[in-house]
Nanobody, 119 residues
């Protein structure tokens, strides 16, 4: 089993910043087998969408809507990813979910953390 613990969500004004963190714990065997980690988000009435992912080698992939504003980094030694979110706008409001993806095992998801951007 892999347990994903998320932190950093909250309420911020438009133009502000937040940093989300996600740490994987549990089976060392499974943690070492993680292919990619990343963040997805889901706003009320919308389907869950990819925000950003990062491979064990550090290659990143971003949704077009967040390019230039969000930065995803990975600390492999701590099994942690950080999503730095700058220039936040109201349409960034959503529940953000951490994801760990495997090639040969099921995905694991965090419980979700609320990000609200409002003046």
């Amino acid at each position: 089993q892999v347990h994903l613990v998320e932190s950093g969500g909250g309420l911020v004004q438009p133009g502000g910043s937040l940093r989300l963190s996600c740490t994987a714990s549990g089976s060392i065997f499974l943690i070492n087998a993680i292919n990619t980690m990343g963040w997805y988000r889901q706003a009320p009435g919308n389907e869950r969408e990819l925000v950003a992912t990062i491979t064990s080698g550090g290659s990143t992939n971003y949704h077009d809507a967040v390019k230039g504003r969000f930065t995803l980094s990975r600390d492999n030694a701590r099994n942690t990813v950080h999503l730095q979110m700058n220039s936040l706008q109201p349409d960034d409001t959503a529940v953000y979910y951490c994801n760990a993806n495997f090639l040969r095992a099921k995905d694991y998801w965090g419980q979700g953390t609320q990000v609200t951007v409002s003046s």
